[in-house]
Antibody
C-alpha cells in the first residue's frame, strides 16, 4: 500500500516562503502517476494547489500559480511544494496525494496532512 | 472554473437511516469525472467514489453514486456509526479541479 508523508516547518512568518516535502513509500514516483498538493484552511473546504508528473511537468491552480512551485526528486522518491509571500490566508492543513486519471484527477491515496500556520 | 454546490449543508440522521447527499455543478462535468470523499475530524479525506458511480477499493456497497446531467448524488443506504462525517464532491474533468463546500452528516 502506497504511503505518503508530509514534512516541513509548521510555522512560517508572513511574507516568507512555505516549503513542504512529501515522501512516498511502497511506490516509486518514477513508475508513473501524477502527484499533487491540496490544502484545507481550518474549518473550511479543500483546494487543489497543483500537480507534478515524474518528468517534472507541473500544473497549478490559477489562483495560486504566481506563488507556487512544485518539484520532484525521483532519486529520493519525494516531491516538494514551495509557496512564496505567504499571508495568514495561507494557514491551512497541507496534504500531498497521488492523483489518478488526469493531471487534475481524483486523489486515491493521501498523506496525513500537516498544519502550517502563518504568523509572526 | 466549475463551481460545485453541495446540499444540504448539514444532514441530521439516525444510524440505520438512508442519507442522500447532492452535488450540483455549474456546468457540465466531462466524462463523469466526479469523485466523493469522506473526511472525519483530524483525518485526511478518504476516496469513496470516482467516475460518479464507481466505488473505490474497500468501500462498502452501502455507498453508491449517481449522476443526472449536472446533478450528482451520493447515497448511503443504511448509516453505520462510522459514517458520520463530512462528505466532499470533486470534479476533475476541467482544470482547475474543484471541490464542493461539503455536507456534514451528523447523528440526530
Amino acid at each position: 500500500q502506497v504511503q505518503l508523508e508530509e514534512s516541513g516547518p509548521g510555522l512560517v512568518k508572513p511574507s516568507e516562503t512555505l516549503s513542504l516535502t512529501c515522501s512516498v513509500s511502497n511506490y516509486s514516483i518514477s513508475s508513473g502517476y501524477y502527484w499533487g498538493w491540496i490544502r484545507q484552511p481550518p474549518g473550511k473546504g479543500l483546494e487543489w494547489i497543483g500537480t507534478i508528473y515524474r518528468s517534472g511537468d507541473t500544473y497549478y491552480n490559477p489562483s495560486l500559480q504566481s506563488r507556487v512551485t512544485i518539484s520532484v526528486d525521483t532519486s529520493k522518491n519525494h516531491f516538494s511544494l514551495t509557496l512564496n509571500s505567504v499571508t495568514a490566508a495561507d494557514t491551512a492543513v497541507y496534504y500531498c496525494a497521488r492523483i489518478i486519471v488526469t493531471k487534475f484527477g481524483y486523489f486515491d491515496c493521501w498523506g496525513q496532512g500537516m498544519l502550517v500556520t502563518v504568523s509572526s | 472554473e466549475i463551481v460545485l454546490t453541495q446540499s444540504p449543508g448539514t444532514l441530521s440522521l439516525s444510524p440505520g437511516e438512508r442519507a442522500t447527499l447532492s452535488c450540483r455543478a455549474s456546468q457540465g462535468v466531462r466524462s463523469s469525472f466526479l469523485a466523493w470523499y469522506q473526511q472525519k475530524p483530524g483525518q485526511a479525506p478518504r476516496l469513496l467514489i470516482y467516475g460518479a458511480s464507481r466505488r473505490a477499493s474497500g468501500i462498502p456497497d452501502r455507498f453508491s453514486g449517481s449522476e443526472s446531467g449536472t446533478d450528482f448524488t451520493l447515497i448511503i443506504s443504511r448509516l453505520e456509526p462510522e459514517d458520520f462525517a463530512v462528505y466532499y464532491c470533486q470534479q476533475y474533468g476541467r482544470s482547475p479541479g474543484t471541490f464542493g463546500q461539503g455536507t456534514k452528516v451528523e447523528i440526530k
